[in-house]
């Protein structure tokens, strides 16, 4: 299968069967939280509600597009992905996997919530670090403007959620006359229809951003195993013609000759010599190819490294050169050579059809096995009153919303951290400070502080000890 020998297949398919797992943990370790409010106001019935957000999940990924993914493949530097010997290869993929998983099952026993975003990316992270720590790889570097974005996305993103609970909450005591949605449920009685129909809409809401969010990171991961298995096959989306790609790097040699370039800097003449002699290779490569199949195994993954350098490249010399050498070009042409930016990485910020579907599979279908853990601790263990209608509507409003405004700008949120955070607002809202459980709230917060210290150490130890032993 692509090209690998027998053994390697089999490891590529144990690999794939370990992502797809991991995703399946994310299913009912993550969603629990879409359906804790919806189970403990009695709007759904357990059964009723996981299915629902099963299939909500599914959507998710579906139709929540690829920025996410492609910002996980980004966190780590080309150079590991591509590795020339393939049994370091499975090292990598085997300890992101492995140290993931552990990480996921231990604090799901236990009915910890904890983020699986959180898990995977101290995973990368590790195997990140590890890699350079390695002689001949000190000039290697991780990718710190995208590690600096996500790790202040997963540091922001409950301070948010917890304020913006809490105010949310204290506005619809304001403005709602109807005190119907601030009681706690009676029994086991469905709340009114138009409560219900609320606690369903955020649940939806919930279950959609988490797949759009999430889910996005199990075809990240199952793109970094392609990649670094058979690189020939998916360092390219070769289904675009080679044509698109070799006219678009021809518009943006043509583009930045327009630039007056010796008023560039030093370092901005660097920055042009790099974008330059990759524009070259890529066109040398591509000259007279019509399918980008028709490109040489080794140049697939070198022409993936073109345009990760040209792209870097040329976005530092517009922040960064003269400011003559940048107004030398006129705003149709920044606007061409952005737009052309643009198109040449949709050749390498892709993912295959079948990717999307075995990970929405695989998340929907986790999140209708084991979700009860975790939905008694948020259900029960966050406050030591019972959660009330606006409650669980409100966490689940804002924690909707900030997955959704993160998926946009290609930023992985924890669903977890976001909504339980949620709840904390809204609880201190409802009766203040008092009415948190703080053994749960330390256990919650020691859950999020140590998740990645302790899947850095533990991914990046793994790491070394199988390209040893591999």
């Known amino acids: 299968m692509f090209g690998l020998d027998t053994i390697f297949t089999l490891f590529l398919i144990l690999c794939l069967l370990a992502a797809v797992a991991f995703e399946f943990i994310n299913g009912f370790h993550d969603t629990a939280n879409a359906v804790a409010t919806v189970i403990y106001t009695h709007s759904l019935k357990p059964t009723t509600a996981v299915i629902w957000s099963g299939i909500w999940n599914f959507i998710g990924v579906n139709v929540g597009g690829i920025a996410v993914a492609i910002g996980i493949i980004n966190l780590l530097p080309l150079d590991v992905i591509i590795d020339r010997n393939l049994a370091h290869n499975v090292a990598m993929v085997f300890s992101l996997i492995l140290t993931a998983i552990i990480w996921n099952l231990s604090t799901w026993y236990f009915g910890i919530p904890c983020s699986s975003s959180h898990t995977l990316i101290g995973s990368i992270f590790g195997v990140g670090i590890a890699f350079i720590l390695l002689p001949g790889n000190h000039e290697v570097a991780l990718n710190w403007t995208k590690v600096l974005e996500v790790g202040l996305s997963l540091l922001i993103s409950p301070v948010f959620g917890f304020g913006l609970a809490l105010l949310l909450m204290l506005l619809l005591k304001r403005l709602i006359k109807n005190k119907d949605i601030f009681k706690e449920p009676q029994g086991k009685k469905p709340p009114p229809l138009w409560i219900r129909s609320i606690l369903v809409l955020t649940c939806t809401s919930v279950s959609y951003a988490h797949g759009s969010n999430d889910g996005q990171k199990g075809v990240g991961l199952i793109m970094l195993i392609l990649i670094a298995f058979a690189p020939a096959y998916f360092a390219l989306d070769r289904n675009q013609p080679a044509q698109k790609l070799f006219m678009d790097a021809k518009k943006i040699e043509w583009t930045l000759k327009k630039m007056d370039t ?86 390498t910020e892709y993912a295959p059809r079948w990717v999307i579907l075995l990970v929405s599979l695989s998340l929907g279908l986790g999140t209708m096995i084991g979700w009860k853990r975790i939905v008694v601790t948020i259900g029960e263990k966050i406050g030591k009153t019972h959660l009330t209608y606006a409650q669980g509507a409100s966490a689940e409003l804002i924690a909707a919303s900030t997955i959704g405004i993160s998926t946009a700008f290609g930023l992985p949120v924890s669903t977890t951290h976001v909504l339980s955070s949620g709840v904390a607002g809204a609880m201190v809202a409802g009766e203040g400070r008092q009415n948190l459980q703080m053994n749960t709230i330390k256990n919650i917060l020691a859950a999020w502080l140590f998740t990645l210290p302790v899947t850095i150490v533990l991914s990046g130890g793994l790491f070394l000890l199988l390209r040893l032993v591999l």
Do not use: C, W
């Open 262 to 347: 010796l008023a560039l800097t030093e370092k901005g003449r660097t920055e042009y010599s790099i974008v330059h002699s990759n524009l070259l290779f890529i066109i040398s490569q591509l000259q007279g190819k019509t399918s980008l199949k028709q490109v040489g195994k080794e140049a697939n993954f070198n022409i993936r490294k073109s345009i990760f350098l040209i792209s870097k490249n040329v976005d530092l010399i517009m922040k960064e050169s003269d400011k003559k050498a940048i107004a030398s070009l006129r705003p149709v042409d920044k606007a061409i050579l952005k737009s052309n930016i643009k198109r040449i990485k949709t050749h």
